[in-house]
């Protein structure tokens, strides 16, 4: 199974130990990940505006 980056991210910081702020931030982004990930599929259904994932997350979060 693939890893998202906040898990990436998260498995890097706690390389040497866990620590439960960290435990509880790490909750936190990966459920806000999932709803991102949701939401820009239900887009991708309902609103057939964005061809490919660039163009969604150019609109959603603008370029980076």
Known sequence: MKKTAV???FEKM???GTNPYWDMR???AKEM???QIE???WEGIFNG?????QGYYNETYGKK
């Open 14 to 16: 706690t390389e040497q």
């Open 26 to 28: 790490f909750k936190e």
């Open 49 to 53: 505006e964005f061809l490919d994932g």
């Open 39 to 41: 939401d820009a599929y």
């Open 33 to 35: 990940e999932k709803e």
């Open 7 to 9: 898990e990436w991210l």
